[in-house]
């Protein structure tokens, strides 16, 4: 069957040097043997992806044909068209280049916990490292669904030293494209895995709302091992997402890529890819237990005689990267899947120093804070960079979501309705002033408020609307001050607060207005 798939897509090779499914050991062994990565002290393949250490935005297409000409969200900046000649040519041209490899792997998995929403995934690729990684990325299947497993749904080729020319390909020097159409995606040009990873994902956010009537979410997820409540988590870098979502008083489902269904909350993935730069044991003790053998380790800078991982060495990229699967994680839901979610958190890291630490949403804040997806930018972190400034990433991950932003919104605010679904926006970033002025809001509060969200005891004292932002904020929360839930009277100077939170609350609504023309604030709904 697999060499069938394989001519059936144009590749025609020697198929004994054709790898399907290897085990990580194997995978690993073939890695280090043919100098494709080296063995860390710590058991993990470490690798270096070369010129292209992140994402490529500028380098990333969806063919503009067919049904997606009528689907995809052309006004998004995000989603650049390709001309489906183009893609065929460079298609044909990375086929042949494949077929001429010494080596190819393939890995089989799913892209969905629950198999119900869930699509077979192909990955074919001409390195064992991209194979070890994509196999700790997507779900396993069991030994009896790859009996039965079949044509995959989507397929994927990935040849990172296949490099685009423009008068060959039309495109230079990298190209990632996906075909919604017929399902494909092709990776060339980067050997950066975490394109493959984001490809899968993007494809998935296409066919989950139109297919299923799932919403896929770019955030994590967590249950309560005693009551089975579920938490899903909202936020952009360094508002603290991966922190607050391993919480050891739960179980985690995922962290990065979720389906939510009439069933509840799925994983899209069966792994993590956790940035590296200054992890240690103490901050993040399971990331960094985690990075051990079966796990792959990208642009992380070694020790030359230790083989030890320097986390602390940003020299090659801040965006050092590990991919290990979920099993190497010991608090983890084994099926990837939970109940529907009985809290929503939006986690925003607002360095303006005016929002509330914590505020409960209505069904329509909730849809505008989604399709806002707000954090800020503080001083020091960008070159020009000197006072706050505001960062809004749609849907709290736009560059992944090629469908109309009100396509997700809407299915978020039935989903909410349909089951009573508690939301709210966390402030993780600073209070009593803007950053430079005032302080960030300690971790223990902010996981005191999270833990009263999520269980219920945050509407205990009711609480009071507050008018700038149009939110709830709780009159107390356990295990936290009362005058810092009101964050006007942390600052010094009243009248300035009043200033700074008009200046921000004002962006929210330029920013909106000019995103979303003719959308109703208060009731949002679109404008006949």
């Known amino acids: 069957m697999i060499e069938t798939i394989l001519l059936e897509n144009g590749i025609n090779c020697d198929f004994d040097r054709v790898h399907v499914d290897w085990s990580p050991a194997k995978l690993i062994e073939h890695s280090v043997s043919h100098h494709e990565a080296y063995l860390t002290s710590t058991g993990s393949l470490s690798v270096s992806t070369g010129a292209f250490t992140g994402r490529s935005p500028e380098n990333r297409y969806i063919v503009d044909a067919g049904e997606a000409d009528e689907q995809v969200n052309w006004n998004s900046k995000t989603n650049k068209p390709i001309d489906e000649a183009t893609y065929k040519r460079v298609r044909k041209n990375v086929v042949r280049y494949m077929s001429q490899r010494r080596h190819l792997f393939v890995v089989r998995g799913y892209a969905g916990a629950d198999r119900q929403y869930a699509r077979k995934v192909m990955v074919v690729c001409e390195r064992a490292h991209q194979a070890l990684f994509i196999q700790n990325m997507l779900v396993r299947p069991s030994k009896d669904e790859l009996e039965v497993f079949g044509r995959p749904d989507i397929m994927v080729l990935a040849a990172p030293t296949y490099v685009c020319s423009r008068d060959r390909d039309g495109v230079e020097p990298a190209a990632v494209m996906l075909d919604m159409n017929g399902k494909q995606i092709i990776v060339a040009g980067t050997g950066y895995c975490g394109e493959i990873k984001k490809a899968v994902f993007t494809m998935m956010n296409y066919l989950l ?30 508002t603290g997402k991966t922190t607050l979502s391993a919480d050891p008083a739960r179980l985690l489902i995922g962290d990065d890529e979720h389906g939510w269904s009439p069933r509840g909350v799925f994983n899209i993935e069966g792994g993590c890819y ?224 009043d200033r700074a939170a008009a200046e921000l609350a004002s962006k929210f609504k330029e920013n909106f207005e000019k995103r979303y023309p003719g959308v109703d604030l208060k009731s949002m709904t679109r404008v006949r």
Not at 218 to 232: E, R, Y
């Open 209 to 238: 709302p139109i297919e299923d009537g799932v919403l896929p979410m770019h955030c994590s997820a967590n249950v309560d091992p005693d009551t089975g409540k579920t938490c899903i988590l909202f936020g952009l870098s360094g």
């Open 274 to 497: 956790a940035k590296t730069i200054d992890l240690t044991r103490e901050r993040e003790p399971d990331i960094f237990d985690a990075i051990r053998f079966g796990s792959v380790s990208e642009n992380v800078k070694l020790d030359r005689k230790s083989r030890a991982p320097i986390y602390s060495d940003s020299s090659i990229t801040e965006n050092g990267r590990a991919a290990y699967p979920l099993t190497h994680i010991e608090r983890v839901v084994e099926s990837g899947t939970g109940e529907v979610p009985s809290v929503v958190l939006f986690l925003t890291a607002d360095a303006y120093g005016v929002l509330p630490p914590i505020s409960r949403l209505s069904r329509e804040q909730a849809m505008f804070h989604f399709l806002t997806g707000y954090t800020a930018k503080v001083a020091g972190t960008e070159l020009g960079v000197k006072e706050p400034q505001p960062t809004f990433s749609a849907l709290f991950g736009e560059p992944f979501m090629p469908l109309d932003h009100m396509v997700y919104a809407y299915l978020l605010g039935e989903k909410i309705t349909q089951n009573d679904t508690r939301v709210y926006l966390v402030n993780t970033g600073w209070t009593g002033g803007p950053y430079g002025v005032g302080h960030r809001i300690a971790l223990y509060h902010t996981r005191a408020l999270v833990k009263a969200a999520q269980d219920g005891s945050l509407d205990i004292a009711g609480y009071k609307h507050n008018d700038v932002f149009d939110v709830e904020v709780p009159n107390e929360c356990p295990g936290v001050p009362r005058e810092l839930l009101d964050p006007r009277g942390t600052w010094d100077d009243p009248a300035a607060y």
